[in-house]
């Protein structure tokens, strides 16, 4: 099609066009989340619950529920109930979850804070005799900020919204790592 023409305009019409095809059939490039290393046959997923290691009595539930809704949203896997039916399982321990002040009032006192939730994880392989690592990272974190006004009320509610939003960009970012073998 695109090739015999090129060949009638010249041989350099030819090669330049021989580039160009190579190079957009072959590079490598793809929108983030739209290809997988994982096997085709990789199928059924267990979410273990994350063991929490710090002090947040709750960051454990919000990732959890937070990392089902996001590989539910992303459709690749079915998520099952019973590990001993899987093909891959997603296991992991809460690390830290810590708060910085990052601003200060002219009193000196924190008017916005940092959260950084930080995680080790791994996503094994167990249909053989010993589970395969597929993908690890013993400190994939993600962090956000959020303000506060020291004459309010919900000071708690915002670290609770905090944990929220900093459990969802950490499922995100997770399940397109995993996804993608960053």
Known sequence: MLLPRLRQRGPLAF????????????????????????????????????????????????????????WVRRGRFELIEERKKAQVVLEGVIRSISMVPVALDDRGRATEYQMTLTVSVQFLDVRGDEPEILWEDKAFSRRTSYEVDLSAVDFFDRQIQAMELVSENLSRALVTAVLEGF
């Open 15 to 70: 090669f330049l066009g021989l580039i160009l095809l190579v190079g957009l059939t072959g590079c490598g490039y793809h929108l983030v989340g739209t290809s997988s290393f994982l096997p085709e046959e990789l199928e059924l997923l267990y979410l273990d619950n994350f063991q929490n290691k710090t002090t947040w009595s709750d960051v454990d539930q919000r990732l959890n529920e937070s990392l089902a809704r996001e």
